[in-house]
């Protein structure tokens, strides 16, 4: 079974550029994850998908921040404009809609803001 | 909203030594605690979770422990081995299927040969 995909793997830019990061979740499932994991810090959701719908993005940094999931399938999430304090690793993860679902991780995006 | 904190930040032991990572929570809403070990450069993988009506759960090496009184439960990994070197993650949630995830900050073992 594949897993979690997603890229780029890394990437570089100066402040006030844009950026956008794909994923693609495992097949089948119907709920995708975008989490912010700053270094030496745990993951913070950023935003939750329902299939093409969104469920959670109250910690999404609306002003610069955005994202998408057309067909309930692929996701997208873009900054612009990129600040200093995002850079980050962007980590997409992917699950059934069940109870105690297990999350399944991506590898990441490194994003390195200068 | 949920709150989860975990210690030690870094953890160091010999190969065979037991090690053990700990986390309180906030919420007592929270019924799902998985742990994730993440290696360099890979997203975090699930190794094990436990479930608010259970207090205790094994897997070979690995075992977590649940005191829902307290709001705080443990990783446990016995005979440790170098390749169990990594971040660890605790989390905790409600358990739906619609609910999120909060992590702990990572606890960094290190398991000298």
């Known amino acids: 079974e594949a897993g979690v995909a997603q890229s780029p793997r890394y990437k570089i830019i100066e402040k006030r550029q844009s950026v956008a990061f794909w994923c693609n979740p495992i097949?089948?499932?119907?709920?995708l994850y975008w989490y912010q994991q700053i270094l030496g810090q745990g993951p913070k959701l950023l935003i939750q998908?329902?299939?093409?719908?969104?469920?959670?993005d109250s910690q999404l940094p609306k002003d610069r921040f955005s994202a998408e999931r057309l067909k309930g399938v692929d996701s997208t999430l873009k900054i612009q404009p990129a600040k200093l304090e995002d850079s980050a690793v962007y980590l997409c993860?992917?699950?059934?809609?069940?109870?105690?679902?297990?999350?399944?991780f991506g590898p990441g995006t490194r994003l390195t803001v200068l | 909203g949920e709150n989860v904190e975990q210690h030690p930040s870094t953890l160091s032991v010999q190969e065979g030594d037991s090690a053990v990572i700990k986390c309180t929570y906030s919420?007592?809403?929270?019924?799902?605690f998985p742990w994730y070990k993440q290696e360099l450069g890979k997203g975090p993988q699930l190794i094990i979770d436990?479930?608010?009506?259970?207090g205790e759960k094994k897997d070979q090496r690995i075992a977590v422990t649940l005191n829902k009184t307290a709001k705080h439960f443990s990783l446990h990994i016995t005979e440790t081995q170098p390749e169990d070197s990594a971040v660890y993650f605790c989390?905790?949630?409600?358990?739906?299927?619609?609910?999120?995830?909060?992590f702990g900050k990572g606890t960094m073992l290190l398991v000298s040969p």
């Open positions: 993860a992917s699950s059934l809609p069940i109870t105690y679902n297990e999350q399944f």
């Open positions: 097949s089948g499932h119907a709920t």
């Open positions: 998908f329902q299939n093409n719908g969104v469920v959670d």
């Open positions: 919420d007592s809403a929270s019924n799902y």
């Open positions: 436990i479930r608010s009506n259970v």
């Open positions: 989390a905790a949630s409600e358990g739906s299927g619609y609910s999120t995830l909060t």
